[in-house]
């Protein structure tokens, strides 16, 4: 069993920058990919970044060269660094851990999840 705790998020303008922070506990968190998606209103939950247990990195096209993943293995956090956001970034963002190989970003391969946190990006 692994608990997932997403923390972070907030409100910012256009062009501004968030990171948002996922901790995990568990028997197995350790030893799983983590990865982020988002879900705005009326929209489908996307995948936009993942992180392998080796650091193999996962980015959506829409977030290439703006968020950037990363993993402290000392302190099993998992940090989304969002610079240059846009309001189309606006959404509910979610963490997510699982062990399927390679990792991927659809959900379906996460299995735990955290409640999320909201991300607000005004023009």
């Known amino acids: 069993q692994v608990q997932v705790v997403e923390s972070g998020g907030g409100s910012v303008q256009a062009g501004g920058s968030l990171r948002l922070s996922c901790a995990a506990s568990?028997?197995?968190?350790?030893?799983?990919?983590r990865g982020w998606f988002r879900q705005a209103p009326g929209k489908e939950r996307e995948g936009v970044a993942a992180i392998s247990v080796y650091g193999t990195t996962l980015y959506a096209d829409s977030v290439k060269g703006r968020f950037t993943i990363s993993r402290d293995s000392g302190k099993n956090i998992v940090y989304l660094i969002m610079n240059t956001l846009e309001p189309e970034d606006t959404a509910m963002y979610y963490c997510a851990a699982g062990m399927e190989w390679p990792v991927t970003l659809t959900s379906s391969d996460y299995k735990y999840w955290g409640q999320g946190t909201q991300v607000t990006v005004s023009s």
């Open positions: 568990g028997v197995n968190s350790r030893s799983a990919n």
